[in-house]
């Protein structure tokens, strides 16, 4: 059971991961990049699982946002092709993939027909069929879509995320400036947080580095029973 759990909070935790930034231009443009997380739980116990995100071009507008995630409990694999239109993520195609030892295979696919203003897809083999609201985003475009809003000096968002079939209001906002120690440097970061209800008892928290371009140093996730889960970059590549 305690593997079951970890690996679920791994899953979130990883694909909660906001996107390295791009070139600070007037009108936003996307870099490439790859990164590699670890993970972590309360008390220091490795979690021994470690995360990659790569963004990539494929041409024509149309890029290839990926997370893969390798432990000694589960692999994800997560992947989203869209265009980046004007500051703002539209999804094409998105899938989902969970698998591991104890744990119960889950998928989910979505696919995004803007011209006809519908989106089908299925959740654990139930298939679904949703209408399209405008910058209407999925599970993993979304965190992109926050990284470029962030840079570009909001401090306060909420997206329409389409997941599992229906629609979910996220909100993030930064809450603080904050310090922390990198490679023996302290660096000032903003501190962000995922705002949910007031009675909510669970808490994410996401630190970003103004100064080399609002690069995601350090991910934590307080858990309602009052564990702690962390993420921290172990290093990362920008194309030039």
């Known amino acids: 059971m305690r593997r079951k759990i970890r690996c679920r909070l791994l899953a979130g935790l990883i694909a909660g991961l906001p996107a390295l930034p791009a070139t600070a231009t007037e009108s936003p443009q996307l870099t490439p990049y790859k990164a590699h997380y670890t993970a972590a739980m309360s008390k220091g116990v490795s979690l021994n699982g470690e995360g990659e995100r790569v963004l990539s071009s494929q041409g024509n507008n149309v890029w290839l946002y990926r997370t893969d995630v390798d432990s000694f409990i589960a692999d994800i694999d997560e992947s989203l092709i869209f265009r980046w239109e004007d500051g703002q993520v539209v999804p094409l195609r998105y899938r989902y993939r969970l698998s591991g030892f104890l744990i119960k295979d889950r998928e989910q696919s979505i696919d995004f027909d803007w011209q006809a203003g519908l989106a089908s897809g299925s959740y654990r083999g139930k298939a679904f069929e949703v209408e399209l609201r405008e910058n209407t985003l999925d599970p ?30 996220d909100r993030f906002a930064v809450i603080d400036e904050d310090s922390l120690n990198k490679d023996g440097q302290n660096r000032n970061t903003l501190k962000a947080e995922k705002v949910r209800e007031k009675d909510s008892r669970r808490q994410t928290l996401m630190w970003f580095d103004p100064a080399r371009d609002y690069l995601l140093v350090r991910l934590l996730q307080v858990e309602p029973d009052g564990s702690e889960y962390e993420l921290k970059l172990k290093d990362a590549t920008l194309a030039d």
């Open 140 to 169: 993993l475009g979304y965190q992109l879509q926050l990284h470029q809003d962030l840079k570009a000096g909001k401090r306060d968002v909420t997206y329409q995320v389409l997941d599992k079939g229906d629609y979910d209001d």
